[in-house]
């Protein structure tokens, strides 16, 4: 019985102990590793159900302040019924919206 509550003491208090050095304070990343910002072009939404592309015109100029395009995707995808004639089935046009995701180098902090 004795030996057991030893054992269980002892138990007890490596896991604590183990408990303890899990929740030290752990250290910011060297200030060699770059951090980086990021940023989304998506389409704008004009009213209900009307949306305007991104401009090509804001990809370029985010590209050329140091912006890396890291990614593209359809943001939007539209269908639209267009009635043509009576006995000819509806067309249906689609339009997709593209948004744009961006990444660059965060300035290293001196």
Not at 18 to 33: D, H, K, T
Not at 102 to 108: L, S, V
């Amino acid at each position: 019985m004795r030996h057991a509550a030893l054992l269980y003491l002892v138990a007890g208090l490596v896991a604590g102990a183990a408990l303890v050095w899990g929740q030290r304070e752990r250290l910011a990343p060297a200030r060699e590793i770059p951090t980086w910002e990021y940023r989304a072009l998506a389409p704008q939404e004009m009213g209900k159900g009307r949306y305007q592309q991104v401009s090509w015109d804001m990809v370029q100029s985010l590209g050329a302040q140091g912006w890396e395009l890291v990614g593209v995707t359809s943001w939007v995808i539209r269908n639209d019924e267009h009635l043509g004639s009576l006995d000819a089935p509806p067309k249906v046009v689609t339009q997709n919206y593209v948004a744009y995701y961006f990444k660059r180098q965060r300035p290293m902090e001196r």
